[in-house]
């Protein structure tokens, strides 16, 4: 190959195209960035569908000198999906994977656990946190979030030697008495599902920054048109893709943004080794998804406004939780760190009977778990999310038996505001 013109890597063309994008407002970088021009030639405007598990060269030199390899850890469309998150987030780099949950297991074993390329048996017990006890490594995690990382944490991560504190991280007291130098993470969700608690990301990370520890946060209920936690200090942000950043609800994805070193270890250790990959078609839809994304995030956040001040006002709703309501007690927070205030609305009725009738006489909205579609999408959450936990764990996750979480959709807000109003007349 001497002599020859090298062809420039994915990874240079990106860089030169990064700083295009950077230059651009949100709603051109949502369409355009990691797309324009795309990783691989084609006078195509949209990318295909590289369906391929691998990539195949003429030569030993062309394979070493090529970026494409194996689907696992490197894709043309995952690529794009990449370039695309990590310019809406502000952040270096981003890797897509197979899902929410995947994503943010990922994040957390980059934080968590030591990258050992090669290591002799004995060695290993000797890595264990269970067998330093001098050093029992922490992770705190915040009264209220998603049931399946809480149970990532509690369960999971508790079988591996680290020991999860469960905090109120609104109260920061509550967080300051909470860290110690044992303390290696702070995972935040905000807003928090199901409750819509808002976390103040700027001082929770200062807080766990002075003790060298990380702080990672998921921002699926807001995605990035609403909300960018690295601005505000975060180290890694995750992102559930299935729900608002694709919006369309017909597929699985999630997302690691953050510094480049940290998430090219999440990409060749992590990804490699465990696995969970995203499908080529998968980010094919999520790319389509976000070219609409402030769009469709705008049109939530006004019907969500319309639908929970409805609610508020209706005699036989006990409570609703917004946080663009001036009831809602973080309200103040959620301007700070929020440009808009989500698609989610939290409501409680007044008894358990009124609840288990109200929920099937909804006739436009559908009652299924999941969010961020554009379909509106109500559950009855202690007994869908909630079903798998103790009555302990739900009175600490100040889950109410008669709450009900409203994804609120893309339809006319009079039409769902009629579907509740015919609901609540006759319970
Ligand atoms: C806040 C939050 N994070 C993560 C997840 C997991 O995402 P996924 O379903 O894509 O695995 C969910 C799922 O509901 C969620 O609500």
């Given amino acids: 190959m001497t002599g020859e013109k090298k062809t420039e890597t994915p990874d240079q063309k990106y860089k030169k195209s990064r700083e295009k994008w950077d230059k651009l407002q949100f709603d051109t970088q949502q369409g355009r960035a990691g797309e324009d021009p795309y990783p691989t030639a084609s006078g195509s405007l949209r990318i295909p569908l590289y369906s391929t598990k691998s990539y195949a060269y003429s030569s030993l030199s062309e394979l070493l000198e090529n970026h494409y390899s194996y689907s696992r850890t490197e894709n043309p469309n995952l690529y794009a999906l990449d370039q695309k998150l990590s310019t809406l987030h502000g952040g270096e780099s981003a890797v897509s994977v197979a899902s929410g949950m995947a994503a943010v297991h990922l994040a957390c074993s980059s934080i968590l656990q030591k990258r050992v390329e090669r290591i002799r048996p004995k060695k290993i017990n000797a890595l264990l946190p269970q067998n330093n006890p001098e050093d029992i490594p922490n992770i705190i995690i915040h009264t209220n979030q998603y049931t399946g990382v809480y149970r990532l944490f509690t369960n999971i991560y508790s079988q591996l030697g680290y020991m999860t504190k469960v905090v109120d991280m609104r109260d920061l007291s509550q967080l300051k008495n909470a860290i110690d130098e044992d303390t290696k993470l702070i995972f935040l969700e905000t807003p928090s599902n199901p409750n819509l608690d808002i976390l103040d990301i700027q001082q929770c990370a200062a807080l766990i920054h002075e003790v060298g520890g990380k702080c990672i946060v998921d921002n699926t209920f807001a995605s990035p048109a609403l909300q960018k936690p690295l601005s505000w200090g975060a ?61 469709r995030m705008e049109r939530h956040c006004t019907n969500a406004m319309k639908l929970a001040q409805y609610l508020e006002d209706h005699p036989k709703v006990s409570r609703v939780i917004y946080p663009g309501l001036k009831s809602h007690p973080n309200h103040e927070l959620a ?39 554009t379909t509106s999408l109500i559950e009855y959450t202690s007994v869908m999310t909630g079903i798998d936990l103790a009555s302990w764990e739900k009175r600490r996750m100040n889950l109410s038996n008669t709450h009900f979480r409203f994804s609120v959709g893309l339809e006319d807000p009079q039409d769902l505001i009629k579907d509740l109003e015919q609901a609540l007349n006759k319970i």
């Fill in 235 to 295: 180290d890694l942000v995750v992102e559930s893709l299935t729900k608002f950043v694709n919006g369309h609800g017909d597929t699985l994805g999630g997302a690691i943004i953050g510094p480049k070193n940290e998430l090219l270890n999440i990409r060749y250790f992590w990804l490699e080794t465990q696995g969970a990959v995203m499908h080529p078609f998968s980010a094919w839809l999520i790319l389509r998804g976000c070219r609409t994304l402030s769009l």
């Fill in 335 to 373: 301007k700070k760190q929020m440009s808009s205030f989500g698609g989610m609305i939290g409501f409680e009725l007044r008894s358990v009977d009124e609840c288990n009738k109200f929920i099937d006489l909804l006739k436009l909205i559908k009652v299924g778990v999941s969010l961020g579609d």
